[in-house]
């Protein structure tokens, strides 16, 4: 186990001045954790690409270790180079690459099929500027034909230049365990760090976790349908499942801990106090 584990949070661009200023407090309330980086998303298409920018800027600014996200779909070539040349003028060093998915209407996929084509551009491009961080799937990917399949993409990434992963959120250690424990027999060494999606509403829950692939264990389901509309017993058994999954994942050496906090710091916060993992005034 690490000495330390380290912690990173992820947020999405807002669409509002309002969204801008809440998430601003929502940084400052989550630096004082000391997190390696904060990540910020970005919509195929372009559709979030000036938004990304600003946020990620900001945190810039403000002194922290920025990530955007970059997505394959819908991207050119040349449209991806001009970002990252953006980005590199900028002092940005990190970048998390996607395949990303296809919004519906929109018929042309890019230039880059796969992640692992973005992964091989961008050290073409930079060489060894950017720590490249990819995504990994322990339930596998929703897509992928069979496990297999899924564990040779992965790989394709890692052999294309990725640093490090981050997974898709889970509820299972021991999903997480067996894949990091695949990855390590077909030689992949980077780290695999947990991503993990604290729970505020459990039918935002249910709906993120039907649309990537993540599996709700049942005795969770049927316990958080049990409270019906009781936001604090939900917030309270959210915050106690996902304490003890982290505390699971620390235990079996995961690296990290990247929290999924759509822009809300009070869960993340809970948790982290929990975990001791940062002395929190």
Request: net charge negative; charged share 25%; proline share 5%.
């Amino acid at each position: 186990m690490s000495m330390k584990t380290e912690i990173s949070f992820e947020f999405f661009p807002p669409q509002s001045a309002e969204g801008l200023d809440k998430l601003r407090a929502v940084r400052a309330r989550l630096a004082p954790l000391g997190p390696t980086f904060f990540s910020v998303t970005y919509g195929a298409g372009g559709s979030t690409r000036e938004r990304t920018f600003d946020v990620v800027m900001e945190i810039a600014a403000e002194g922290h270790a920025a990530a955007p996200h970059l997505s394959c779909v819908g991207s050119t070539r040349d449209g991806i180079r001009e970002i990252l040349d953006t980005y590199r003028a900028n002092g940005i060093r990190r970048i998390v690459a996607l395949r990303g998915d296809l919004p519906s209407g929109m018929a042309d996929a890019g230039e880059f099929h796969y992640a692992n084509e973005l992964v091989e551009f961008i050290r073409a491009e930079t060489g060894d500027l950017f720590h490249i961080e990819v995504a990994a799937y322990p339930e596998w990917h929703p897509q992928a034909k069979t496990p297999r399949d899924d564990l040779l993409a992965f790989k394709h990434k890692v052999d294309a230049g990725a640093d490090a992963a981050i997974t898709q959120f889970f509820y299972n250690a021991d999903a997480y365990a067996h894949f990091v424990a695949e990855s390590r027999a077909l030689g992949i060494t980077i780290p695999i760090v947990p991503g993990i999606m604290p729970i505020g509403s459990f039918s935002k829950l249910a709906r993120f976790a039907d649309g990537s692939g993540a599996e709700l264990p049942r005795w969770m389901r049927k316990k958080f349908e049990s409270f019906g509309d009781d936001a604090d017993s939900i917030r309270a058994f959210g915050l106690d499942v996902v304490t003890g999954l982290c505390q699971r994942l620390i235990e079996l050496g995961a690296p990290g801990l990247h929290f999924y906090t759509l822009n809300q710091s009070a869960l993340p916060l809970e948790i982290v106090r929990r975990l001791g993992l940062a002395s929190i005034k």
